[in-house]
């Protein structure tokens, strides 16, 4: 006799139980400082990497005004290594600064929630607004004058 699992029902009852787990932490106060301090050492560090390009490495690279084909170049490897970290970072401190705000609502009743919507905002102004600009500037070859 084969036996067959009903994946409606068990992914229900996993969700709910899950659910209710949550809430009986919550209720315990067994809260660490973890997610806070994840939700600020990461926003500090999406500061800090964008702090960074904006004052040393994008004004470095303008003075290479005599080869425009090296800018290109050096912006396309630039904006792919940076482009990972800096949407990890935000999304990271987006997460567990709702994680945050859920928890710790009673003691800081807002605050997580509007800095968690502004650093997770980044993300689709990033894709919707930049990424065309972006997208064009990775399409150019850079051994092309």
């Not at 470095?60 to 800096?86: E, G, V």
């Not at 987006?94 to 009673?106: A, I, R």
Request: a positive charge.
């Amino acid at each position: 006799m084969k036996i067959t699992a009903q994946p409606h029902f068990h992914s229900f009852f996993s969700i709910s139980l899950l659910f209710h787990h949550i809430l009986a932490f919550k209720q315990r106060h067994l809260m660490s400082p973890i997610l806070p301090f994840i939700t600020v050492i990461s926003a500090g560090i999406f500061t800090g990497a964008a702090v960074y390009i904006n004052v040393a490495e994008h004004p470095a690279r303008l003075t290479c005004t005599d080869s425009p084909q090296f800018m290109l170049k050096q912006w396309q490897q630039s904006y792919n290594r940076a482009a990972i970290m800096q949407a990890s970072m935000a999304l990271t401190s987006c997460l567990f600064g709702l994680l945050t705000f859920f928890f710790y609502s009673k003691q800081l009743p807002f605050i997580w929630l509007i800095a968690s919507l502004l650093i997770g905002a980044i993300v689709p102004f990033t894709i919707f607004i930049i990424m065309p600009t972006n997208d064009y500037l990775h399409r150019l070859r850079s051994d092309n004058p």
